[in-house]
């Protein structure tokens, strides 16, 4: 249970201190950008068996591979793209928070 709250706590928790912190005058667009990144869970509906407890999404599902996390990187340092490359990045850090955890 703990980690369940831990790991949607930083979903959910992450993006919002960063919108109120670094967006003050449009926090609230910010935070809804930045959880639309949660699109890149779509990947794990490729999985069989599409959910397991204990798998580590990091490097296992192709949107939260080595190479994707390196283009999420990368698009935080383009203004368009910024706060969307934000929530997918607080997303992977969410996710590998549970790996450890794991």
């Known amino acids: ?7 949607y706590g930083l ?5 919002l201190l960063v919108a109120i912190f670094f967006f003050k005058n449009y926090w609230v667009k910010a935070y809804v950008i930045m959880l639309l990144a949660f699109v890149i869970d779509l990947d794990h509906l490729l999985a069989n068996p599409i959910f397991q407890p204990n798998r580590c999404s990091i490097n296992f599902h192709p ?3 080595y190479y994707a996390i390196g283009i999420y990187l ?3 340092f383009f203004k368009k793209t910024r706060l969307f490359g934000m ?16």
């Open 1 to 7: 249970m703990l980690q369940f709250c831990i790991h």
């Open 11 to 15: 979903h959910f928790g992450l993006p």
């Open 74 to 76: 990368l698009m935080l």
């Open 87 to 102: 929530g997918l990045v607080a997303h992977i850090i969410s996710d590998t928070v549970d790996c450890w955890l794991m």
């Open 63 to 65: 949107l939260h591979s």
